[in-house]
């Protein structure tokens, strides 16, 4: 039985045992005969270049050296269409995944003003998956393979009937018939196996991109404008290496591009992302974001002017959006800090998208398909970054997160002054196959700590306690810690090498946020700056750094308890000065929750202050003290909370050593938290000074003159106070001097507590309760 396609390799399969063995013996002989006919400049490299590529799989960039050499090499052998003519463009599967964003995609590419394009593709949305479905099916000798295979092809044809006509409708129909009827016979060989090959299985899921270039060719062409489709697995040429990814093989693919571009000669050519081939022309994935992979290889070949890669976000964030609701567009990255980003989890591109373009100063440009208006996201040589909205000449650039670590801690006092004992550490971490995300050594040699994925944390600590039972039992080690629940945050940004204080900015924000750092690591280069934290407090310390280098010097988050005379008063004041105090003092206060002592209202970005009756009358809930107070602190990006009680309430003031213990500023005119036992206050006292947090408490004497804070500053200046004369309370004043004539007693109260010169209970000022709190 054999089967080929016009646009796939030719394959020949044996006939098949109905014994599973045999047949599986069967298929692992299937190879590919050739994608193309020989020709003179199809060589491969020397296998000491390809030894060398794949001796630097470690680090991908120790292996641009050796790759640029090949690049290089190839440019000077082979002559491409190269050059500042070409831009290269990149279209992910959602930007693909219907009939009207194919449409989309192929206006933008035909309104590209550039003399030559290359287009590449991903798969329309969800084909990867339904074609990987597709092998797992059959792999398991589950016959619903053919319904899914079916679902593919409805798929493809239905989008084809949307977009197609005439000649360019048969003849893409024609070759999806042809490449399915070939995909049946191949998954029905896995299905008799019950195994299918890398190869294999590559082969298979290539379809995707293969189909989805097609139609993309087929629309531009379709629009007007003459457009060639490449199957890449005819010029990308790649070597395995040992740790699943692939390395390009840049000399054959150039001789292989100018065979091709000989051929197909195009002004614009729309090619398959994803799939390349081996040196023995054997079908194979770019892995992981191989799409983007195979745009930035091209854009190599190509010199190309720009590689534009489109997305469905506006462009590379500060920080996750989703964790930081105010996250901002970054403008420009580095080429090191778009690395460094990606390698902390941020969804930039993989590192090694950057290489084939760094060795050229070919600029990236992330953009947002559904949002044109957009500028996007530059990422190229660090030239012109100043100044520019949405870096907001900020040191750093971005912050990122990885979470589900574990730190391990090896420590003793053996350790010091050893030759090879870290040596020996990560041999044994290497030998169980785990990845080492940080490591932190002090200089004192004392201990080494570093943070790998919590799934391979057992294994790690086995393979140590195993390496190491000498050294434990002898004392020279004094443990092999494990620290579970982890994140790391790194701050990244290339100015910060340049900038002096960025550390002690950033570990300033932490402090403030209560936030405490379990290990640290900062390389020389100074690009970024990683800590360790515990995992429940990470997105918290994200939000904390993110605001301290990105929003107002001070942004504070400010909960509002009791709204009444004092309290609306403080609102509205607020509400008259926030624009001031935003530009002349660079003070952000954003008041998150409102309570009074039946209803409160609560925010996650800020109430409107110049309807906060209106709005708390219609939008208020039941008042809960402590449902109050996390809404304040922890549901939003602000890491400084302030609360401020504008009652006269103990059982409010009851709350204060509980919130100033997990880092809330405390702002009050109550005079109960301090007037009763003097433990208490000295508690209050030991408590904001452990927290580095404020308890301000000037408005419980003189209705808010500056009496404890001036006193406080003679004592700290080495004045003694004698003795304190005045009048202790102004509602006594205020009523003995208003009862005159034939006015009643309780009418001149009733008017002093109508003017708020009274406690909320009056009698408190009648018996002298309240002067005594005051003294």
Excluded at 267 to 281: H, K, W
Excluded at 392 to 403: M, N, Q, R, W, Y
Excluded at 411 to 437: L, R
Excluded at 475 to 501: D, E, F, H, W, Y
Aim: hydrophobic content about 40%; charged content about 20%.
């Amino acid at each position: 039985m054999a089967f080929a396609s016009s646009m796939s390799p030719s394959y020949s399969l044996p006939n098949l045992s109905s014994n599973p063995n045999k047949g599986l013996a069967a298929v692992n002989k299937i190879q590919p005969f050739s994608i193309l006919p020989r020709h003179p400049l199809f060589r491969l490299a020397p296998s000491s270049q390809a030894q060398e590529i794949n001796s630097s799989k470690l680090n991908p960039f120790a292996s641009v050296a050796s790759a640029d050499l090949l690049l290089d090499e190839a440019i000077e052998k082979v002559q491409l269409p190269k050059g500042e003519t070409w831009s290269i463009h990149k279209f992910g599967g959602t930007c693909v995944g219907t009939s009207e964003r194919i449409r989309n995609v192929a206006n933008i590419v035909v309104k590209d003003e550039s003399e030559r394009k290359l287009v590449v593709v991903s798969a329309m949305s969800k084909v990867t998956d339904m074609m990987y479905d597709l092998i797992h099916k059959a792999q398991a000798r589950d016959e619903a393979y053919i319904t899914a295979l079916d679902a593919v092809l409805e798929k493809h044809e239905a989008t084809a009937l949307d977009l197609l006509e005439g000649g360019e409708l048969s003849g893409f129909l024609a070759r999806l018939h042809q490449d399915i009827n070939n995909l049946k016979a191949m998954l029905r060989a896995i299905y008799i196996a019950g195994h299918a090959t890398e190869s294999f299985s590559d082969f298979v899921v290539g379809h995707g991109e293969l189909w989805s270039s097609q139609l993309l060719a087929a629309v531009v062409r379709k629009i007007g404008v003459e457009c060639t489709a490449m199957d890449t697995r005819e010029v990308l040429i790649v070597n395995p290496t040992g740790s699943n990814q692939v390395d390009p093989d840049y000399l054959e693919s150039s001789q292989r591009l100018e065979n091709w571009y000989s051929k197909n000669p195009s002004d614009t050519i729309v090619a398959t992302g994803f799939i390349a081939s081996t040196p023995q022309n054997i079908p194979t994935t770019l892995k992981r974001d191989g799409s983007d992979f195979s745009a930035a290889i091209m854009a190599a070949l190509f010199r190309a002017r720009q590689l534009t890669i489109w997305t469905d976000v506006d462009g590379v964030y500060s920080a996750d959006p989703r964790k930081v609701s105010e996250a901002v567009i970054l403008k420009n990255l580095s080429y090191q800090e778009a690395w460094e980003m990606s390698y902390f989890g941020a969804n930039v591109l993989h590192p090694r998208t950057i290489i084939p373009v760094m060795k050229y100063d070919i600029p990236i440009v992330i953009r947002n398909i559904f949002n044109l208006s957009a500028s996007g996201t530059t990422i190229c040589r660090p030239a012109g970054f100043e100044n520019e909205e949405g870096n907001l000449e900020s040191p750093v650039k971005g912050f990122a997160t990885i979470d589900n670590l574990a730190l391990v801690n090896v420590e003793g006092t053996g350790m010091a002054g050893v030759p090879g004992t870290a040596s020996a550490i990560f041999q044994a971490v290497k030998d169980v196959g785990a990845n080492v995300i940080m490591i932190s050594q002090a200089s004192s040699e004392h201990s080494v700590c570093f943070a790998v994925p919590e799934d391979e944390v057992k294994a790690v600590a086995a393979a140590l306690e195993s390496r190491f039972r000498q050294a434990l039992d002898a004392g020279r080690l004094s443990q092999i810690a494990v620290i579970p629940n982890c994140s790391i945050l790194a701050a990244v940004g290339q100015k910060m090498a340049s900038t002096p204080g960025v550390s002690a900015t950033l570990f300033n924000a932490l402090a403030k946020a209560n936030i405490n750092v379990r290990a640290i690591a900062q390389g020389c280069s100074e690009y970024n700056i990683t800590v360790v934290l515990k995992r429940e407090d990470c997105i918290k310390a994200l939000r904390a750094v993110h605001s301290r280098f990105y929003l107002s010097r001070t942004t504070i988050a400010m909960g509002i308890i009791g709204p009444g005379l004092i309290g609306g008063t403080l609102l509205d004041q607020l509400r008259d000065q926030a624009a001031v105090l935003k530009e002349n003092f660079n003070i952000d206060l954003r008041v998150m929750g409102i309570s009074g002592s039946k209803t409160m209202l609560l925010s996650d970005t800020g109430i409107d202050l110049s309807e906060w009756r209106d709005i708390q009358k219609e939008k208020g809930e039941k008042a809960d003290i402590q449902k109050f107070v996390q809404q304040v602190q922890g549901n939003h990006f602000i890491p400084n909370t302030v609360i401020v009680d504008c009652t006269a309430d103990s059982f409010i003031a009851r709350h204060y050593h509980d919130w100033l213990r997990r880092g809330i500023h405390v702002i009050t005119p109550n005079k109960k938290a301090n007037s009763g036992p003097l433990e208490q206050y000295l508690k209050l006292r030991t408590l904001q000074r452990q927290s580095y947090t404020h308890y301000f408490y000037e408005a419980t004497v003189g209705a808010g003159l500056p009496i404890i804070s001036t006193l406080q500053g003679l004592l700290e200046t080495g004045d003694k106070i004698s003795r304190i004369e005045g009048i202790f309370s102004g509602t006594l004043s205020y009523i003995f001097n208003n009862f005159v004539g034939d006015r009643s007693f309780s009418e001149v109260v009733k008017e002093a507590k109508e003017a708020g010169y009274t406690e909320p209970d009056p009698r408190d000022d009648l018996s002298g309760t309240d002067v005594a709190r005051k003294l």
